[in-house]
């Protein structure tokens, strides 16, 4: 069956109709039929988890399923933060990102200095986070399970919702910060471990859980596969037979530029030979054409979009506290040892991305000290049995990309064994050696002196440089949960 004929509007008029769709239903205005399909992506809520949610929502709004087409609403799965100027502080890429794709406006007369003007009312008017989803229910009197409100959803960037139904039916759960709602997955499009959680899926909605360097990778060819999105050499008119629109080049090449930012950022620009999959390459290989469709506009360079999105995710943790910083990208799992029933609560671990060095993070804290008690807060908030601090940067020594791995294991011997047992099966296929400063020496004694060097007492902490820098999160939190899952 025939897709219903190409989007006709820009993506800000999109977001905004959304908005307005996700709140008249909230009010109880639209009927289940007319109801939206929540596009979620994961709580890190980073720069491929939020453009995959908006390109595929944007592709698919009213388009699919195809025998009953629905309006489809993007989701910033972002439990604390509202959308508006605390958005745009802790995700400056993305920003960046919709600023250099021609995304605020027509794309002719926007300026950077007009985003941060018109901030506000940009991001609140046009984006939905999960604490604003919260927001209008709570003003709506939507609150407990008595009144909970069911909705449909596809995930995006990841494939198990964290709370999941009391009756464990595959595909129906909730989300942190948003308990009153049950979601229904209809479909999903994800590169991480899947997690089983999923339903079948209907051919008529998108599903693929595959490895790849970025999910925006994956949501471009299912929307070509799905003939939501055409390569330029097919979109020679319009539905009704006339010539393309100008309006719909620019937006057509708006919404590619978007697209490629997170698989650039995610692949380092296509140079990680242990990232980049075909299904990279072919997603950039369909978008690049599209990147420069209108000739009334400046050449755009994909090296140079690179290099500006890059440079602000590096530089985005300057005006951070260290509890942002840990929480920016940051996902959490509960996981149970072989040896528990139904009644112990399981390990609960949280893992932390950060692109600066522990020296750098240490320094923002004040010191060693001051950082381990940040830490310890950071756990104890979110009642954390593990605590894992990923880093991934530029070694100021030789500017080699580089990780470490800190593991703190916090007032549970479950715990600690678990990490010990994590370090003995999983150590040399991560390549962990003893950890040195990559990014100066400060501090770094100190660290050691701190850490390293101390008794193994509580809470029970080490440090190392990870020389596999192939190994991302991805691969190290199956490794830790299969660790806690073997004890």
């Not at 600690?416 to 099966?425: C, G, H, M, P, R």
Request: hydrophobic letters at 40%.
């Amino acid at each position: 069956m025939r897709v219903p004929h190409p989007p006709d509007h820009g993506l800000f008029q999109f977001l905004r109709a959304a908005v307005q769709v996700h709140q008249r239903f909230v009010s109880g205005a639209l009927s289940r039929a007319e109801s939206p399909i929540y596009v979620i992506g994961n709580p890190s809520a980073d720069l491929d988890s939020i453009v995959s949610a908006l390109v595929y929502s944007y592709f698919a709004n009213n388009r699919v399923p195809c025998d009953n087409p629905r309006p489809h609403v993007p989701v910033i799965n972002l439990e604390k933060v509202p959308a508006g100027p605390e958005l745009r502080r802790l995700r400056p890429e993305f920003a960046k990102a919709l600023w250099l794709s021609g995304c605020p406006g027509t794309g002719r007369d926007t300026t950077e200095k007009t985003l941060e003007v018109d901030e506000n009312s940009l991001f609140r008017d046009h984006f939905l986070t999960v604490a604003d989803f919260a927001t209008h229910l709570k003003r709506e009197g939507v609150s407990g399970v008595e009144h909970r409100l069911h909705a449909d959803s596809v995930l995006v960037d990841w494939n198990a919702l964290p709370i999941r139904s009391t009756d464990r039916q595959p595909g129906h759960g909730s989300l942190v910060g948003l308990s009153m709602v049950e979601f229904n997955v209809l479909g999903c499009i994800d590169h991480h471990t899947d997690e089983r959680f999923l339903p079948t899926i209907a051919p008529t909605q998108p599903y693929l859980v595959e490895p790849t360097g970025s999910c925006t990778s994956h949501v471009v060819n299912i929307l070509e596969t799905m003939g939501l999105w055409e390569r330029p050499e097919k979109q020679d008119s319009d539905p009704k037979g006339g010539e393309l629109s100008s309006s719909f080049e620019i937006t057509d090449e708006q919404m590619a530029r978007l697209a490629v930012a997170p698989i650039l950022i995610d692949t380092a620009n296509l140079s990680a030979k242990d990232k980049v999959t075909v299904f990279d390459t072919a997603a950039y290989d369909f978008l690049l054409p599209k990147t420069n469709q209108s000739l009334a506009r400046s050449s755009w360079d994909p090296n140079t979009f690179y290099m500006q999105v890059n440079e602000s995710k590096q530089n985005s943790l300057e005006l951070l506290t260290v509890d942002e910083i840990l929480d920016r990208d940051y996902k959490e799992w509960a996981e149970k040892t072989s040896q528990q029933t139904d009644t112990p609560s399981p390990i609960q671990i949280g893992i932390c991305s950060v692109v600066k060095s522990i020296p750098w993070i240490v320094r923002k804290a004040g010191g060693p000290k001051p950082f381990l008690q940040s830490l310890q807060t950071f756990a104890t908030n979110r009642k954390l049995d593990i605590v894992v601090v990923m880093t991934a940067f530029s070694s100021a020594k030789d500017g080699q990309f580089s990780r470490e791995l800190l593991v703190c294991a916090l007032n549970n011997q479950h715990a600690v064994d678990a990490l010990q047992t994590f370090l003995s099966e999983a150590g040399s296929r991560l390549g962990l050696e003893e950890w040195s400063s990559l990014d100066g020496d400060d501090f770094a004694q100190d660290i050691k002196d701190t850490w390293v060097n101390s008794a193994e007492d509580s809470p029970w902490i080490r440090i190392w440089t990870q020389t596999n820098v192939a190994q991302s999160r991805k691969q190290v939190a199956p490794l830790i949960r299969g660790a806690v899952a073997s004890l």
